[in-house]
């Protein structure tokens, strides 16, 4: 009797077919008398065809309207769920994201979570309906629409998971679990029972676009359950998934990697000749937060007689907004000798929880690129996770032979 | 510096091009200095396609969420006008109904406006702000989203006319006014420039699918000027349209006959036989209406020897229910001999607030379709207009024999 709440990617409701999947699923799990909150995301293809007829119409469109326009998408779903959920028997009612209310700020197009109503969820839940709710949306304090950015229904799931103290949170996507690295790319990535929320964390942030990076965060802070499972098998033949776990919790024995993460559209912009003075830092990173773009990597070294070069990485759709705010503030906020870029880089990355106890990682992750000849332009780590930015033609081939270096087709344990 | 309502319909909005020829007809008004508050239906097909997937998924879909899924139709075009005022330089601002406020009654998919809101839309009008406003919809007090029903936002936009006191409301349509009848019918119809809200209540209910009629009777009751237009002409080049005028108001020599309107999609149900007392009417009516179905024409004769026959018209889609609802009544509600109808009937009528003072109206209707050998099966008349139901094979060549036998495509003061 457990409360579960469920979320469906796009692929999963994509088509009416796929919606009444959806429907006998959490009819399976209702029949075992749990209590269930379902989470949705737009049509597969939904959001991406809104948001062209709004470029049709501006080249930046206006951001509130923007997501006065986004949001139908997810709006759609839960309507069309409710309905095919009554279809079958099942009592279900819809909720908008101001339906509920999930209070935001009105930070548009990539607004936050503040707040989340359970009143009305908790009544109907308490009178056994299946409740349904938009993922990915909001309403600000003044009641405009928000969004929660791309990806953002994982968020929303996890964060309505927290606020009723669900049981469990299942991610519903078109994959069976967390894999060692993209089987796309390495036919014997191999699928994780389980891995912590600080792996999760880095795999998310570094490119396995299982789960949205502030999912994992949110559910890493408020202690949820989270399960990534298949919406593609039968209910009954599901498999376990991969259950993402706490590190405190976690008495088994670890592998010192969990997996290779990897970013595609990364840029990397260096500025060169900078005071190597307290504040030049602040003041490079300042220019472009007020420009609204998010940085990855940050990489600093010492500097000779005074004067050090600064690189970060961006999205590499933000690579001409944060190179041109940078030119025009070079003088003014800060002085650099000069500012440079590429926008044809990728980010590799190893992650593992183990790695904090074990030496030698980087130095196996460095030789096994050295033996292909693949450049490293720049290093970044942290307790659990090492990465690269090198070329990007190199990417496959280096996420090749590192699954092969550190042996992750084999399960844990294995590992020498 | 007038304040102008002004609404567009699904096909004036059916694609970014056709967005974008909104936008500028609304800032060729706001350059006048107009403020303006603009009504918007969901782009032409989206709710069709929309009510399509509803009905894939439940042969009769749960009405709240059937709302909840048509309601995102107007939710993609406000975000879309608004984003297309923005990038030619107006500041525009979008208003779900639950955002407006317009409070509605909790009728799923055929709501009822209580109460609009004004104090928002009144904070952007006074600060330049084009408000646009998605018709169609509202919420009820808890908050559930509804809809007023097919055509539903014409009425939005005469209720928000009303409740804002506008200088007018402007319906902007694919055609250029109102015509005596359907041209595509009679190629001479001719364009009214003015037409008494009392005519365009008979021809909004008879047909002309112009304006939807309970728009007509919010505008008349409220007292507001309504105009309808063409979207599809340039702003500069726009016609007059056609007024619709309060009849008090008008002094000017009025014509006998304004109109030929008609309805195809009508069904006729008989009771033979039902007692003919006190109540037998309300007993008949309030069985089809507790099956929530709308009738149209309801014809009783003086029956003979305490016995009489009832007969009325609805919609045909509902032909089958009501029917079968009358059917599980009888013997119960009330005693019929017989049940019968047919649903291959339709209606024509001539309509004009000239009839009032005028003879041989009838005669002159009854005599024209005579000639044509084209038999009426049931006759119902009202201060201005009368209406026949005949087979339905005959309704082309029914209204083009009225509007040659009324003289319609002379100009009002000709006709003898």
Redesign the interface.
């Known amino acids: 009797m457990a409360l579960i709440v469920q979320k469906y990617g796009g692929t999963s409701v994509g088509s ?1 077919e796929r ?2 999947n959806v429907a006998r699923r959490v009819a399976h799990f209702a029949k075992q008398g749990h209590r269930l909150v379902v989470v949705v995301s737009a049509m597969s293809g939904e959001t991406n065809r ?1 948001l062209a ?2 470029k ?3 080249a930046s ?2 951001p ?6 986004a ?2 998408g997810e ?2 779903t ?3 769920l ?3 959920l ?2 079958i028997g099942l009592r ?3 909720y ?1 994201g ?2 509920v209310r999930v209070l935001t700020d009105d930070a548009y197009t990539k607004a936050r979570i503040l707040e989340i109503d359970q009143a009305a969820m908790r009544r109907d839940l308490d009178a056994g309906t299946v409740v349904v709710v938009a993922g990915f949306q909001g309403v600000d304090a003044a ?3 928000t969004t929660l950015g791309r990806g953002g229904s994982d968020t929303s799931a996890v964060a309505l998971a927290a606020a009723l103290a669900a049981d469990e949170c299942q991610i519903y996507t078109d994959v069976d679990g967390v894999y060692t690295t993209d089987p796309r790319i390495v036919p014997e990535a191999r699928r994780l029972d389980r891995v912590t929320f600080e792996e999760m964390l880095e795999m998310a942030s570094l490119g396995s676009k299982v789960l949205q990076i502030r999912s994992v965060e949110f559910a890493g802070k408020y202690k949820v359950k989270l399960r990534v499972l298949s919406s593609f098998e039968e209910p009954e033949a599901s498999g376990p998934g991969t259950l993402i776990t706490y590190e405190e919790d976690e008495d088994m024995e670890q592998a010192i990697i969990s997996g290779i993460a990897f970013q595609r559209d990364e840029a990397k912009i260096t500025l060169m000749g900078v005071e190597d003075r307290p504040g030049i830092a602040a003041a490079i990173l300042g220019t472009v937060a007020a420009a609204n773009i998010d940085v990855d990597m940050i990489v600093q070294n010492i500097g000779a007689s005074g004067m050090t070069d600064f690189s970060f990485t961006v999205n590499r759709n933000e690579y001409a907004k944060a190179l041109e705010a940078l030119k025009a503030a070079n003088g003014k906020a800060f002085v650099a000798r000069d500012i440079v870029g590429d926008n044809r880089i990728a980010k590799v990355s190893v992650v593992g929880i183990g790695m904090k106890s074990h030496v030698g990682i980087a130095s196996r992750m460095f030789r096994a690129l050295a033996d292909e000849n693949i450049n490293i332009q720049m290093i970044s780590t942290s307790e659990i996770k090492i990465s690269v930015v090198i070329d990007e033609k190199y990417l496959e081939l280096a996420v090749r032979v590192l699954h092969r270096a550190f042996e992750l087709e084999k399960a844990a344990g294995e590992v020498a």
Do not use: F
Request: no cysteine; proline share 3%.
């Open positions: 009416t919606i009444k809104l007829l709004a049709e119409l501006s469109p206006n509130r309207e923007l997501d006065v326009v949001a139908t709006q759609v839960i309507g069309l409710a309905i095919a009554e279809a279900a009612r819809s908008t101001g339906q009641g405009n629409i």
